[in-house]
């Protein structure tokens, strides 16, 4: 049976919201280090929203530490359609092992009612604005943020886009 939801001070359900993991200090980036942001996670618990952290990378089956990733000339809305493919750094394609963990993610979402999702930026997973491409970063979303966004939860990015 799922916990009820928290109530706030005017006595309505408060949803939960989606996190990527590594935001909330879990070291699961590929090198295996976290990405704490002490911030975010004091703005939600002053929002009383439960938080519900994912990371689609692991979702999909991914080890950690893993190499590197990228999106091969597209972002997550072209690999969701088949037109593009992730390769990681050792020449592997790990494309459906992200399209996986974003599904697993969005599975989440729905399951726990999770309207919003605060996402690490310039991940091929997460990135909501932007995602990396070689030293640099381009515009574009990653595969999970995607398909959360194309299912109607809000999206929002979290770190430095440059
Ligand atoms: S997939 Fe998302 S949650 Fe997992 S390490 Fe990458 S940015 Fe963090």
Redesign the pocket.
Known sequence: MPKPQKKNRSNSLIPPVLV????LGVC???DGSG?LDRQLIGRLQRDGSPIIP?????LGGLPTPRPPAEIEHGDGHTVLAGEARLIDAHGADVTEAYVR?AREALRIAKLLGCRCAW??EK?P??GVEKIKDGDQTRPGM?V?AALLKSAGVEVFGVGPCA
Do not use: M, T
């Open positions: 990527s993991s590594c935001l699961c980036r590929y990405a994912v990371c689609p990378e692991q963990g996402l690490k991940s997973a997460c990653g999970a």
